[in-house]
T-cell receptor, first 115, second 112 residues
Framework: DAGVIQSPRHEVTEMGQEVTLRCKPISGHDYLFWYRQTMMRGLELLIYFNNNVPIDDSGMPEDRFSAKMPNASFSTLKIQPSEPRDSAVYFC?????????????FGPGTRLTVL | QQQVKQSPQSLIVQKGGISIINCAYENTAFDYFPWYQQFPGKGPALLIAIRPDVSEKKEGRFTISFNKSAKQFSLHIMDSQPGDSATYFCAASPGGYQKVTFGIGTKLQVIP
């Protein structure tokens, strides 16, 4: 398996622009997670899906952030409009089933820079 | 609030030495405690994990020690090697629930 695939790997944009990050989870995994990593706050869970349905979006910082999972093999995280404070590395992860002990497999991340 | 507190944030250890990273948690509902390892430019990867029904778990050079009453757990890396240089995250999640809370991370550098 190719693992979790994220695109783009790097994104540089200007403040106010729309940014869309993409993720393809490992085939057969029921859970998909979006995380944000910054030096100040570490790894933060933004939202996660079970069988394409959003379960917990309490980590989404504000209404400028939205996430969708139209099918089992694709998810997007959109920021509109983007701001410099959104600059971070965004990770997508997937796991086979719910419950503790189920390993989350992370993608390589998308490094977002908002100028 | 920071539900999982991790220290130190950076650590330098000589090759062959023992690296120790400590974490403490507040939420008594947590019952699964994984450690993740992250190399530069990569996503975190599961290293080792423990449940509170055991006080210690060892996998090769990596050992988790767990103190349920103190709500603390730690990662020990024995015979540390330069290839262990990475950022390590402790984490915790409640039973039957996928929401994992991560510590701030510890950047480990093992020098020859």
């Amino acid at each position: 398996d190719a693992g979790v695939i994220q695109s783009p790997r790097h994104e540089v944009t200007e403040m106010g622009q729309e940014v869309t990050l993409r993720c393809k989870p490992i085939s057969g995994h029921d859970y998909l997670f979006w995380y944000r990593q910054t030096m100040m706050r570490g790894l933060e869970l933004l939202i996660y899906f079970n069988n394409n349905v959003p379960i917990d979006d309490s980590g989404m910082p504000e209404d400028r952030f939205s996430a969708k999972m139209p099918n089992a093999s694709f998810s997007t995280l959109k920021i509109q409009p983007s701001e410099p404070r959104d600059s971070a590395v965004y990770f997508c992860a997937s796991s086979l089933r719910g419950g503790p002990g189920d390993t989350q497999y992370f993608g390589p991340g998308t490094r977002l820079t908002v100028l | 609030q920071q539900q999982v507190k991790q220290s130190p944030q950076s650590l330098i250890v000589q090759k062959g030495g023992i690296s120790i990273i400590n974490c403490a948690y507040e939420n008594t509902a947590f019952d699964y405690f994984p450690w993740y390892q992250q190399f530069p430019g990569k996503g975190p990867a599961l290293l080792i994990a423990i449940r509170p029904d055991v006080s210690e778990k060892k996998e090769g050079r990596f050992t988790i020690s767990f103190n349920k009453s103190a709500k603390q757990f730690s990662l020990h890396i024995m015979d540390s090697q330069p290839g262990d240089s990475a950022t390590y995250f402790c984490a915790a999640s409640p039973g039957g629930y996928q929401k994992v809370t991560f510590g701030i991370g510890t950047k480990l550098q093992v020098i020859p």
